[in-house]
Structures are given as structure tokens and as C-alpha cells.
């Protein structure tokens, strides 16, 4: 095994939590008077972190109005239409079974996470899900990633983070983690290479391939 921990991105690499994402940014802004976004607006717009999600799509100075209408309409129905992304649970038990810490890293919020994981059955394959206002830092702060790593008893020579965005590129290397990126969310292979990363995947089958030698 070339890693003994492995931390997931969640949105885009573990699951598929998009069109609830979508719903609530579009409720938010129809509260408002806003223009509602487009799907492919909001997949552009996530990574880091709901406030700044708000603010690419209606401004810095709509942030606080449209946050807890935005929470309001997540809390009672984000469960309805999430899914795990092919080959995700099978990774994670593999993974489990040689002895990997396998962890969540994200922006979306903790508590959220957390519910998420757990819906989808995935807390026994999981050291840890941590998330935004789970500590004072975001990715890619690596004081993010030093946290992480010492609450699942990881080092950072021995990890890899498996994302989707350039915001988990970014967090691997300013933490000296290893890359693997998946095309399954927000960002293209192109754009991925483009942003540096050398080891992209098309899904989480051929990524697992990489990581378990």
C-alpha cells in the first residue's frame, strides 16, 4: 500500500449532492428577487465554501441575506436526491480492509457532511468526515489538513487527497500531500493539468487502481 491515510473531497468526488445544492442556491435567490442560477453555474461556483459559493452567484453583498434562507431550505431537504458516486463505497472498504485511514475532507459544513455520510451508510468506512466550521480554517489551508491528520492519527508523507478541483490540488500541495484528481465533479481533466496536477482519473475506479499498488 503507498498510503496509509487517504483523504476524499467530498462534492464531486465521493457524491453527487448537486441538484440539492442547486435547489437551495435557486430558493435562496428567488427569496431575494435574485437571478436564479443555472446548474452549471452553481457546479462552477462550489469548492470554497457556501459563503463564497453565494457570493460568485449573487454577490459579496448578498452573502448574509441569502445564507440562512439558504440553510433553511438545505436543512429540509437536502437528503432527498443524494447519491454516491460510482465505485465510492467499494474503494472505501477496500481501502478499510489494508489497514487505510480513510477520511473526509471538505468545505461543505461539518454538520452537513456528517449527516450526509452517515445517510449513505459510509461512517464505518470513515476515520473522520471534517468540514467547514469544524475548525477556524478552510482548504487549502494546510492548518486544515494538520488538524485532519492528527485527529486520525495520519502524517503527510504517508497521505493522499483524492479531489476534484483546484482548491484540493491546491490543498495537497501547500499540506505536501500526494493528488489524485477525478474528473466526476466540478472540473475538467484539462483543467485539472492545466492547475498542475499530474495523476488524474476519469472516476474513482481508476483512481483506486493508482492508490492501491
Known sequence: MRFRTVLFDLDGTLIDHFSAIHRCHVYAMRRLGLREPTLAEVRAAVGGGLDEAIARLAGRENVAAALPLFIEHWNATNLDD????????????????????CGVLTNKRGPAARQVCTHLGLDPLLAGVFGANDTPWLKPDARFVAHVLAAIGGAAATTALVGDSPYDLATAHNAGLAFLGVTTGTHTAAELRAAGATAVFPDLAAAGRALIL
Open 82 to 101: 443524494v447519491i454516491l458516486l460510482p465505485g465510492a463505497s467499494g474503494l472505501l472498504a477496500e481501502l478499510a480492509a489494508a489497514g487505510t485511514r
